[in-house]
């Protein structure tokens, strides 16, 4: 009989390619993984791994089932939350990969009030990217994640995987306090600042600079936290987007313009744990928390 526990370092395996990067990603050490994949090995049979200079190789009948496992793990997760569906018990560990400012203003004020209402439910938040949080829930790495989509770019909705909308805001041109530009099309020669290659405030900026202001942004500093970006135009080293749940405007050093852009946060989960009323209660209470955004 095949371990699951076993089988999901496996897929990891093949996902990342080395021990090290599984371990690192699941918190445990590399001789455990090592040991519980010698132990897949011997449950299985068969060859699973080849020796390639220091890395592990999968075989072809390790790829076969990595295959399987995908459904297998599919299956699995599907089980119990039917089974938590027919006790009707609140109860277990629900996991959250959310960005900055959603694990802000969304997922705090949900987490406090599900520990008031459901004391048997586990909570754990990991702050991530929006890439990054889909990521790993494909991965199982996570049960619900916390994504964004801006303007009219509609992001890629992998199969399995359930998006719903909670909050919209609006995205603002952030500028020093006394800055004289009021568009986008004034600012063609300033310093930028905005988010890492391939993050999500990166599209936001190119997409934003070239389709609205007519020219490609020149990015001088980087940063994945919004405050950073917020601290950098306060004292005047650069201009920048941020979206509403940022409060840009409550820090009386900069100025800020409505651009005509939107971001939409979205949470996502895997079709196969609807069932689960523990996922059911979390996402109602991120909706809720979203609710208490939208001014009266």
């Known amino acids: 009989m095949l371990d699951l526990r076993r089988l999901r370092l496996l897929r990891e395996l093949h996902e990342r390619g080395t021990i090290a990067s599984v371990a690192d990603a699941l918190s445990y050490s ?16 068969v060859l699973l791994f080849e020796r390639d200079g220091r890395r592990l ?60 209402r459901h004391p048997g439910l586990r909570l754990e938040l990991t702050e991530a990217e929006p890439d990054e949080a889909v990521d790993a829930l494909l991965r199982r790495e996570c049960d619900v994640a916390i994504c964004d989509e801006y303007g009219g770019r509609r992001r890629t909705r992998p199969r399995g995987l359930t998006f719903e909308e909670v909050y919209a805001e609006r995205v603002r ?18 310093a930028w600042a905005g988010g890492h290659p391939g993050t999500s405030h990166e599209r936001l900026l190119d997409q934003a600079c070239t389709t609205i202001g007519g020219f ?58 609807l069932a689960r009323p523990a996922l059911d209660a979390v996402r109602s209470a991120l909706r809720a928390a979203a609710l208490d955004l939208v001014p009266g």
């Open 30 to 45: 590399p001789s455990t993984v090592s040991h519980q994949l010698a132990e897949l090995q011997r449950e299985a049979g």
């Open 57 to 116: 190789r999968l075989t072809e009948a390790a790829r076969v089932l990595v295959r399987h496992a995908d459904a297998l793990l599919t299956r699995m997760e599907r089980a119990e939350a039917e089974m938590a569906a027919a006790a009707g018990v609140v109860a277990g560990t629900v996991r959250l990969a959310a960005f900055q400012t959603a694990a802000i203003s969304l997922v705090a004020p949900a987490l406090t009030d599900l520990a008031s």
């Open 216 to 273: 490609t942004p020149d990015v001088r500093h980087r940063a994945t936290d919004l405050l950073v970006l917020l601290a950098l135009v306060a004292r005047g080293g650069a201009v920048t987007l941020l979206p509403d749940l940022s409060r840009p405007e409550r820090d009386p050093s900069v100025a800020v313009r409505d651009i005509g852009i939107a971001r939409r946060v979205l949470t996502v989960v895997r079709d196969d744990g």
């Open 173 to 190: 041109l952030v500028l020093p306090r006394d800055h004289p530009a009021t568009t986008l099309g004034e600012l063609a020669g300033a």
